[in-house]
């Protein structure tokens, strides 16, 4: 009879399939080195799908309006790097305390609420922070964007339009992350928010205080969101209000939704998926590339329910 | 100071009604079925674009395409429903939302593809639009329509749902569908008919929509924000809910742009975030 | 004499091999999103250019390698242009509807060395961001400050009340008129400011309306916009006799005007082109144009179209030579006779140099048109200018 670590040990253990996957996110560097600025631009939107599934997938907090961590942690760096220090690593520390603590902040609303209600609060919230910074045009540039965002370099290494620099960066930080996502999710705290997904009321009764747990999760991650925007703004030296946009709440749902929520890999596999067939769609034709993608939405729901994730372990229960 | 006040509770309420055209259907559908149907602002532009092909390429008169447009839109709700839809009634929420994205992106490429990215106008007639003065106040005639318009489908609506057999039978799933199941009421029939009605109104607000916000592929996706807000803050399956909802978004959106107009869109999202906190399954909604 | 006749051929082979190398050319555009219209009529502009001119200079063959923003998105913008620098090996980038994706790529054409050609985004600034790169659009100060100064002299009002969508190009906008107006002896009376996608403009109109000012100058973007806000003036019964409405060109498009209706008469606006300019080569461009496409030139078709005709002339002078240093050197002064009128490249600041239009909504013919009535020609950008002089 296994007990609790022994649980918890196992679930930790490192599936081979992981330790490949992570061994192939190198591979772009040597195969498709022309590909790395778009290798980058995944692993931070994969970054920040993860930083969703750890509210939506594992807490249950349906947000669309995600994005507002994101951008606070983009225009941080940003700001940071135009008016005092263009040093990364102080951009990424920076925005992770912004984000955090707007994070912290607006987790008292969202917790309470639940349904429609709470999609809807986080959109509003989310769109009020767009408008505010819209407004702040001193301050973030406006529509215009930021700039004159200078960035350093990270260890001497210049970020070039080759990309190197920014997919190690991007793909380090991702790297970190996940490890911290994984942790926590085989941790008691972990365990907790899945019980208060499934069933928000009786988790008090067990003594997990469930406003509390989803708070802490919250802020999480608003920070991984923050350090997502803030790795944007280091390997583009540019900041928009796009970052704060509804669009990019929407997609990241998407996203997430397309990969598997609640599958730890499934932000980062639907990053992978949609990002790369968004660029090859857009590609061979500019003008309706929106179809194509539509219809992968269509057919992924129509035959693999529960995203890309969720339709693999399907089939592998069915065959076994 | 009077005189402008009016002119903003009629622009105001004028607005309303064309949000909740674009909204009531969904309201319903969301509280009857718990489907969430993102595509519901594509049928808008398919009853938009069906009236703009009836006018310019074939001549017909605005009043005359209405019906039409209405038509067309709960056709192609009906088509989805029974293909598409259906199969995920028992699917999770985040399905259905992947689902019906996909089907809203396909529905913009498929305008663009037809129609270009080109804005699109569809008059309506002069005497339509000619305004009414009273006093030393102009209200501007297609507005006049607009609400007109609007309160009659109210009516109609309210109508059906109390006095018919079917609105009967919609009230009892909305409330409880495993209940009505039970009684041997044919839910999905039932359901079936109530979204046709609600994508052929959309339609007919995509319609109607045309002269006051015009109309292009993105009118899909653009719209779905502020029905969403609609929906939300007027409480699912409910009609009075919608109107209210619709009214107090569409005049607080005019006077605040009047009064204050420096908050711009920080109203809309202001009141809707200060409703829904006061009131979470939405104004008229069960809890 | 056999060896050398083969070494003669081969050479041969190797010199037409190298003089048929293609010049590949990046053209970066929003063509799908909010922006999409913009997009497409520019690439039209391209598209009816290269039908018109064919498709080789220089013994070159032109080849266009299309990339998609989906809008304002300058990190998807600076990307496309990396890879299409770095992965697609193109010669020279064009194109950027939008100001912070043409910022953003910049930093591309800068650090690679690349002619850069904007052929749309109208922000002053940019053309600051990379020395290879040039504009042949339009800046908006050029035409707003310019609009502003003669609405106090030759359009004889004193008063303005300005109303702008509450973004980049609207307060750039706004201010531009501003200085114009008041620089030339006139007075703002009060301005307000739109949000961004705003669907109705009833209860500004009506604000402006119980200020009752001389004139109202309007800036909003195009699409859906300046219909609504064209509605909204009929609704609300502002007399354009007592109340000049003064705009921007993109008020007054082709689109607005038939949404719009009658609602449009008299309203005065200042813009550097409309498909309705009357000379010879409009005239053909318009034609060859409504052939390819069914529809009408806008001023993105003429950004582009002018954009390529850039991208030929500064060929042509380098003779296929597509150095960045070799196409900017000769792109500077360059000047040519444009479906817009005359037009050239500043030498100094490399911005577009043109003449601007003071044109009224008049019915010729059942139609509703743009008629010019005054211009003023060789308008550099005002803040340009003032940056030189730093």
């Known amino acids: 009879m296994e007990n609790a670590s022994g649980h918890f040990r196992q679930k930790v253990r490192w599936h081979p399939l992981e330790i490949a996957f992570w061994l192939c996110t190198l591979l772009p560097f040597v195969v498709t080195p022309a590909y790395l600025s778009l290798a980058s631009q995944i692993a931070i939107t994969a970054l920040f799908a993860l930083s969703l599934d750890l509210i939506l997938g594992y807490a249950g907090i349906v947000s669309l309006g995600h994005a507002a961590f994101f951008g606070v942690g983009a225009y941080s760096a940003g700001l940071l790097a135009k008016h005092y220090w263009g040093e990364p690593l102080a951009g990424l520390i920076l925005a992770a305390a912004a984000a955090g603590i707007v994070g912290y902040a607006m987790s008292h609303i969202v917790v309470r609420f639940r349904h429609l209600a709470l999609i809807m609060l986080t959109l509003g919230l989310g769109l009020l922070l767009h408008e505010a910074a819209n407004s702040a045009s001193d301050l973030t540039g406006g529509a215009d964007g930021l700039q004159g965002v200078k960035v350093g370099t990270l260890f001497g290494f210049r970020f070039d339009m080759f990309g190197r620099t920014a997919y190690a960066y991007s793909l380090a930080v991702l790297f970190v992350c996940f490890l911290a996502c994984r942790r926590i999710i085989h941790s008691p705290f972990g365990l907790a928010l899945r019980g208060i997904r499934e069933n928000a009321v009786r988790m008090p009764a067990i003594g997990a205080p469930s406003l509390a747990h989803l708070r802490k999760a919250y802020t999480i991650a608003a920070v991984m969101a923050g350090i997502a925007g803030a790795l944007l703004t280091h390997t583009t030296s540019t900041v928009s209000l796009e970052t704060l946009s509804f669009g990019r709440s929407a997609d990241v749902l998407v996203i997430l939704i397309l990969g598997g929520a609640g599958r730890l890999y499934g932000g980062i596999i639907g990053a992978i998926i949609y990002m790369v067939a968004r660029d090859q769609f857009s590609g061979i034709n500019p003008q309706y590339w929106y179809f194509w993608i539509g219809l992968l939405l269509v057919l992924v729901v129509m035959f693999l329910p529960n995203g890309i994730l969720g339709g693999i372990s399907a089939l592998d229960k069915k065959s076994q | 100071m009077l005189s402008s006040l009016a002119t903003v509770l009629f622009d105001g309420f004028a607005y309303g009604m064309l949000l909740f055209l674009l909204s009531v259907g969904l309201s319903v559908t969301l509280g009857m079925m718990n489907f969430v149907n993102l595509a519901h602002c594509s049928f808008a532009a398919v009853g938009g674009y069906c009236t703009v092909t009836l006018m310019n390429s074939f001549g017909w008169p605005f009043l005359a395409s209405l019906p039409m447009a209405f038509i067309a839109a709960a056709l192609v709700s009906v088509v989805l429903e029974r293909t598409l839809y259906r199969h995920l009634y028992r699917s999770s929420d985040l399905d259905q939302c992947l689902l019906t994205i996909g089907i809203v992106f396909v529905s913009v490429a498929a305008f663009a593809w037809f129609y270009t990215t080109e804005q699109q106008s569809a008059r309506p007639p002069e005497w339509l639009r000619a305004p009414i003065t009273v006093g030393d106040i102009n209200f501007a005639g297609y507005r006049l329509f607009l609400i007109v318009f609007g309160l009659a489908v109210t009516a109609l609506l309210v109508l059906l749902l109390e006095r018919t057999r079917f609105g009967a039978q919609v009230r009892a799933a909305v409330d409880n569908q495993r209940m009505a199941r039970g009684l041997g009421i044919d839910v999905d029939r039932a359901f079936m008919i109530t979204f046709a009605l609600g994508g052929g109104l959309a339609g007919l607000g995509g319609a109607l929509a045309i002269e006051v916000v015009g109309l292009d592929p993105t009118f899909a996706l653009a719209f779905l924000v502020y029905v969403l807000i609609v929906v939300a803050v007027g409480g699912l399956g409910s009609i009075g809910g919608s109107f209210a909802a619709a009214v107090v978004l569409g005049i607080s959106d005019m006077a605040g742009k009047y009064y204050f107009p420096w908050l711009g869109a920080f109203l809309i999202y202001l009141v809707m975030v200060a409703l829904l906190m006061w009131r979470p399954a939405g104004l008229f909604g069960k809890r | ?390």
């Open chain 3, 1 to 390: 004499m056999k060896k050398l006749l083969i070494a003669a051929a081969l050479a041969a082979a190797f010199g037409t091999a190298h003089a048929q190398q293609t010049v590949r050319i990046g053209l970066v555009l929003s063509s799908s999103g909010q922006f999409a219209d913009a997009g497409a009529q520019l690439d039209n502009g391209i598209k009816t250019y290269m039908k018109m001119h064919g498709d080789t200079v220089g013994g070159r063959k032109i080849e266009l390698i299309r990339r998609d923003t989906g809008g304002i998105a300058p990190d998807v913008a600076k990307r496309l242009s990396q890879e299409l620098v770095v992965r697609d090996k193109v010669d020279i980038l064009a194109g950027y509807v939008l100001t912070p994706n043409a910022m953003a790529a910049a930093d591309v054409s800068a650090e690679a060395k690349k002619f850069m050609v904007v052929m749309n985004a109208a922000t002053s600034v940019i053309i600051t961001k990379s020395p290879y790169m040039i504009r042949t659009s339009v800046v908006l100060p050029q035409v707003m400050e310019t609009f502003g100064t003669w609405a106090a002299t030759k359009g004889g009002l004193k008063q303005t009340y300005t109303m702008v969508t509450d973004y980049g190009p609207g307060h750039d906008s706004e201010r531009a008129f501003q200085t114009g107006f008041k620089n030339a002896g006139g007075t703002i009376v009060g301005s307000v400011r739109f949000p961004v996608a705003n669907p109705d403009f009833a209860a500004f109109v009506q604000r402006a309306k119980d200020i009752a000012p001389e004139s109202i100058y309007i800036f909003i973007p195009g699409g859906a916009q300046p219909a609504a806000l064209g509605k909204a003036f009929a609704e609300r019964g502002i007399d354009k006799q007592k109340t000049k409405v003064l705009g921007s060109g993109e008020a007054t498009a082709e689109a607005a005007l038939k949404a719009m209706g009658d609602n449009a008469l008299d309203i005065i606006t200042a813009w550097h082109y409309d498909y309705k300019l009357d000379n010879k080569l409009n005239a053909a461009f318009v034609k060859e144009f409504n052939a390819m496409h069914g529809r009408n030139p806008d001023f993105f078709s003429i950004g582009g179209y002018d954009g390529m005709h850039a991208i030929y002339e500064t060929l042509k002078k380098t003779q296929g030579n597509t150095d960045g240093e070799a196409l900017i050197a000769a792109a500077k002064g360059l000047r040519w006779q444009s479906p817009r009128g005359p037009m050239s490249i500043d030498p100094e600041t490399r911005d577009v140099v043109q003449t601007v239009y003071i044109r009224r909504v008049q019915k010729v013919g059942g139609e509703l048109v743009n008629v010019p009535f005054d211009k003023v020609e060789n308008v550099r950008d005002p803040d340009g200018e003032r940056r030189k002089m730093k």
